[in-house]
């Protein structure tokens, strides 16, 4: 009798699992980590609306509304400073010692906070502290939170659970208020904080095993591309785009309105509610209720609002809503106008208006939205928080007017809300159609272009999809990923058939997150295209889709004698199964790689072996199949390009620090170049300081280091131009030049870059006073071989000192480019470049005017030392006329000997060495033993 009650048990049990699955398209292996995800979410929302009406209820009983707009400056500033000290502490701590002492540190402060309201220590302005502290708790964790998800799920992953998660936090949104408003009854309003002290530290052991068990094995390559970039001068990205600066004003002004709200709201409330119990249960109640209808507004309005009214008219709700509530509050000051107020504002901002605002973002590239994504949610938050505080103190405070009357300033508010929202929407379909100029590549696809009109966001992308030219289409196609909506369902449905390769590729990708309709079926039919991507797609869609034994299903393909179906299987299963163990291992993908590899050793056909490769590659490198590593190794050698091409591709895949300077090795060959620098790019930022490492200490070719520069530049971030500045100290020439030529090219294409005018200046100075070092070992040299002339020595040290003399004015032609490439970072190439080949092989008269230009664009400091060095190139030889106007100081030769062996030059330093020899001078000898050392060191070090 128990055992069948256990079975029925199991049983309701694994249906409900098999139920969530399915209804939230999770996969069996990661429900665990999803629920751990999910309950963590829950746990701190939950924890943030007790805190939440708990603190207000406290802080309006004892400073009155009177104290929320001082309250509001001081959260904005603190939000703003404390958003700054934890990005550093971002930076130099690990974010699992960042999460443990947040939590850690809130239960604390939530149990001194207790006992201080407990013990009546908490007075006057000092309950501006825990209510500050909690508009930052909850910014804080929560992005913390985040920031951790995504570091557990790949970017195709996150697409798929981040909604599931998500509901987390709107569980907690509506548990959390209601627990409050019941606990109330039971305890007093300084115990809640308690409670949630006890609550909070659950999130502790589920943060500390996540950790363990999920983020602990990522190399620092993988939590490149599963974090956020850096926010690379999110201000100045803003700026220079004006559809950025529309949405930021339009979040920013909704943000203003939505404190004055709030204050409206908590001063009715605490002027009608005395009782703080019944404060902190109403506030409670109200918090959960706001979530409550948000949620219902987002499950069955949302879609339908912004597809019968479009994008920008569904923008017009939220400040519609709060314009009839503030014009009703003015007739009937009543607490339950301002509590529509708040619902109006609570639930439409999350659901209405947050999807308009998102696929009104389209047009910007994801870069810039990633990075730029923080800055919105906390600084122009914190911003709009702090000039609510000072528009209250202003008025409230200053001028002693009624909370009612801030309705006014609403309105008057409302009105500019609208202004940028008309100027938005405009500012869209410009965006919208230069996205599309930049696609179209010829006259034809121009006049295509003009026939589609911007009108409503969501009917404009079906028309580009349905109309357009194959390059607009999928580059609509690469932004639609970004917003997953099934309302562009049915359009995907018929780019299924496409005749463009790409499109297809790109419709399944987007189908594949949609859901309206499983379309296995027809997807079916696309294993057997001619395209393997195509296919590859295909068989990625049926592994997520297909409602039967998927396992059986892609044995079936596997182990077909099409060999194009056979390989696009073993790629697509290796794709889906990336970083997944547990699946891996279900699917026998291992088994199925050797098998590949066997039946590789039996083929004959050149053809049929060279695609037979590529897919194991493939394979190997998606699933990072470490044990097959040494397939990937082998390949990297081969004769075969395009195999060659695969295996530095599927190299890159792996994110294997082992494959960096292998991968490096094929920059310097044409045939391979493209491919080497792509597959150096996909590692992601972390590789920016591997590739400085190993050029600042040779570990690779002159000419590989070159292009590694390229790779640098390539990531166009702050990172990248601080070690490109880095890599014009101490280095070979060559290396110098391009650093330069990579940092100038960032300067003029990406503004937003910081590239401090001193730090150039300074360098060109460096460079000016090498030049004139150099011009000074040279007199010395001559001097000397003058004199040794004269004396009959010996021809070979003769020869030597020739040869060291030639090498150093080529050096000095080299540091000549260098100062006027540094120059051209400062000023304008376009003004530059032409001045330093003029210098260099015009006529006399055309010299001089290229001189005399330089001397009127050039700053005081700048002038002094580089118009000298430019009249100096003027002499045909190195006259003692020369030396005296740059004023040189002259050098010993052992002075010589020594400036030049501390220089990074290797070809200079094998002919100083020689010429020491050739000298057979034991003062010297001193110089040689040094640099030996240096050596020995060097190697020591390596």
């Known amino acids: 009798m128990l055992k069948s009650k256990l079975n029925n048990s199991m049983s309701i049990i694994n249906t409900f699992k098999l139920y969530i699955l399915k209804i939230f398209d999770l996969k069996e292996e990661e429900l665990n980590k999803t629920l751990l995800l999910q309950l963590n979410i829950f746990i701190i929302i939950t924890t943030l609306l007790i805190i939440k009406p708990t603190v207000n209820s406290l802080f309006l009983s004892e400073l009155t509304s009177n104290a929320l707009p001082l309250g509001y400056v001081l959260t904005a500033l603190l939000a703003i400073i404390g958003y700054h000290f934890y990005d550093k502490a971002l930076e130099r701590y690990p974010l699992n010692i960042i999460i443990d002492r947040t939590i850690i540190g809130s239960v604390i402060s939530l149990i001194l906070f207790a006992i201080a309201f407990n013990f009546n220590l908490a007075n006057g302005i000092l309950m501006y502290i825990p209510y500050i502290w909690v508009a930052i708790f909850g910014l804080l964790t929560a992005s913390q939170f985040w920031i951790l998800a995504n570091l557990v799920y790949n970017v195709r992953e996150a697409k798929r659970v981040f909604g599931f998660i998500g509901a987390g936090a709107i569980a907690g949104g509506i548990f959390g208020g209601y627990l409050t408003s019941l606990l109330t009854n039971f305890l007093e309003t300084e115990d809640l904080l308690f409670v949630a002290a006890i609550l909070l530290l659950g999130c502790i052991p589920i943060t500390r095993y996540i950790w363990k068990h999920e983020v602990i094995k990522l190399n620092p390559y993988q939590v490149s591309l599963r974090t956020n970039p850096k926010g690379e001068s999110p201000i100045k990205l803003i700026k220079q785009s004006k559809l950025l600066s529309l949405i930021a004003l339009v979040i920013g002004i909704s943000v203003l309105i939505a404190k004055l709200v709030d204050y409206q709201y908590s001063d009715y409330a605490s002027k009608l509610i005395s009782d703080q119990d019944e404060l902190t249960s109403f506030f409670g109640f109200w918090f959960s209720t706001l979530s409550v209808i948000s949620l219902l507004i987002q499950l069955f309005l949302t879609k339908r609002i912004v597809g019968t009214f479009g994008v920008g008219k569904s923008l017009l709700w939220l400040p519609s809503g709060i314009l009839v509530g503030s014009v009703l509050l003015l007739i009937i000051p009543q607490l339950w106008v301002v509590v529509f107020i708040k619902i109006v504002d609570g639930s439409l901002k999350q659901s209405v208006n947050k999807a308009a605002t998102e696929l009104l973002s389209i047009p910007i590239p994801i870069e810039i939205k990633k990075k730029t994504k923080t800055f919105t949610d906390v600084v122009i938050d914190s911003i709009a928080t702090g000039l609510a505080g000072f528009i209250l103190i202003f008025f409230i405070n200053g001028l002693n007017i009624s909370s009612t009357y801030i309705s006014l300033i609403i309105i008057a508010l409302i009105s500019i809300w609208l202004y940028f929202i008309y100027h938005l929407r405009l500012e869209y379909i410009t965006a919208f159609k230069s996205l599309l100029d930049e696609k179209s590549q010829t006259k034809k696809e121009k006049s295509i272009k003009e026939d589609i009109k911007v009108t409503s966001i969501v009917d404009t992308v079906k028309r580009v999809l349905n109309t357009g030219t194959a390059s607009q289409i999928i580059h609509m196609l690469q932004k639609t990923l970004e917003v997953k909506d099934e309302r562009f369902f049915s359009t995907f449905k018929k780019l299924l058939s496409h005749n463009s390769p790409k499109v297809k590729v790109l419709a399944i990708e987007n189908l594949y997150f949609l859901r309206t309709e499983n379309l296995c079926d027809i997807i079916g039919l696309m294993v057997k295209e001619e395209n393997q991507e195509v296919t590859t797609s295909a068989f990625r869609y049926l592994l997520k889709h297909n409602k039967k034994n998927t396992v059986e299903l892609f044995n079936h393909y596997l182990e077909s004698d099409d060999k194009t179906i056979k390989n696009a299987a073993l790629i697509g299963l290796s794709q889906e199964l990336r970083n997944n163990i547990v699946l891996q291992n279900k699917f026998s993908l ?105 050029i600042k200490n040779d570990k690779i070719d002159q000419e590989d280091a070159q292009l590694a520069l390229t790779v640098i530049e390539k990531f166009a971030s702050q990172k990248a131009v601080s070690r490109l500045i880095k890599l014009t100290e101490n280095t070979e020439h060559l290396i110098k030049i391009e650093a330069i030529e990579c940092l100038k090219r960032l300067k003029w294409k990406h503004p937003n870059l910081i590239i401090k005018d001193r730090l150039i200046v300074d360098k060109i100075l460096d460079e000016c006073h090498l030049y004139q070092n150099t011009l000074s070992v040279i007199h010395t040299q001559i001097v000397i071989q003058y004199k040794k002339n004269s004396q009959n020595l010996q021809a070979e040290e003769n020869q030597a000192r020739i040869a060291l003399i030639n090498l150093l004015e080529q050096r000095l032609d080299r540091q000549l480019q260098r100062m006027f490439k540094f120059l051209g970072i400062k000023y304008p190439p376009q003004d530059v470049d032409p001045i330093f080949n003029t210098i260099l092989n015009g006529k006399e008269e055309q010299r001089l005017h290229a001189i005399e230009f330089l001397d009127n664009i050039l700053d005081k400091q700048l002038k002094k030392e580089l ?76």
Request: include cysteine.
């Open 590 to 694: 291992e088994q199925h790689v050797e098998a590949a590899l066997i039946e590789f050793n039996k083929l004959i056909d050149e053809n049929e072996k060279k695609h037979c490769m590529q897919a194991i590659l493939e394979a190997i490198g998606h699933a990072r199949l470490e044990r097959y590593y040494n397939v990937i190794k082998v390949e990297l050698n081969s004769k075969n390009p395009e195999i060659l091409r695969t295996a530095i591709n599927s190299a890159s895949k792996t994110l294997d620090r082992q494959f960096i300077t292998p991968i490096v090795s094929y920059l310097s060959t044409k045939e391979t170049r493209k491919q080497a620098i792509e597959a150096l790019y996909f590692f992601g930022e972390p590789i920016i300081d591997t590739l400085y490492e190993l």
């Open 867 to 942: 118009i000298p060095v430019a009249e100096s190139i003027l002499y045909e030889t190195n006259t003692e006329e020369k030396i005296k106007k740059l004023n040189v100081k002259i050098l010993s030769e052992i002075e010589c000997y020594n400036e030049l062996l501390n220089r990074k030059d290797s070809k200079l330093k094998l002919a100083v060495i020689y010429l020491i020899e050739q000298s057979k001078n034991p003062e010297f000898n001193s110089l040689l033993d040094k640099i030996t050392q240096n050596e020995l060191d060097k190697n020591e070090k390596n």
